[in-house]
């Protein structure tokens, strides 16, 4: 079992920054390839970005695509998401996720452990 708790969330000012980390216990980090996915109320779960095991490889959405970074330490069992030019549209839930796999990308239905999530709120 893999336990995953977001951090790092709040409220930021339209054109601002945020970055979320996203700690990992349960199992060896380096075997899990991870993600990041985001939810509002009422709306479909969608993915944001995706990391292999290893790091050397990442994956975004077409709407953060350029303004959010994802990475990973393997030493300090994290993952993170460094957002910059916020815009309100990027007001979520933001939820990481991992797959016991060498790679997971954008399907949710690939992700076998999900935390609870950290909120974003951006306010114009």
């Known amino acids: 079992q893999v336990q995953l708790v977001e951090s790092g969330g709040g409220l930021v000012q339209a054109g601002g920054s945020l970055r979320l980390s996203c700690a990992a216990s349960g199992r060896t980090f380096s075997n899990l390839s991870m993600g990041w996915f985001r939810q509002t109320p009422g709306k479909e779960r969608k993915f944001v970005a995706a990391?292999?095991?290893?790091?050397?490889?990442?994956y975004y959405a077409d709407s953060v695509k350029g303004r959010f970074t994802i990475s990973r330490d393997n030493a300090k069992n994290t993952v993170y998401l460094q957002m910059s030019s916020l815009n309100p549209e990027d007001t979520a839930v933001y939820l990481c996720?991992?797959?016991?796999?060498?790679?997971?990308?954008?399907?949710?239905?690939?992700?076998?452990?999900w935390g609870q999530g950290t909120q974003v709120t951006v306010s114009s």
């Open positions: 990391i292999n095991r290893s790091g050397s490889f990442t």
């Open positions: 996720a991992a797959h016991a796999g060498p790679y997971s990308g954008s399907s949710q239905q690939r992700y076998d452990y």
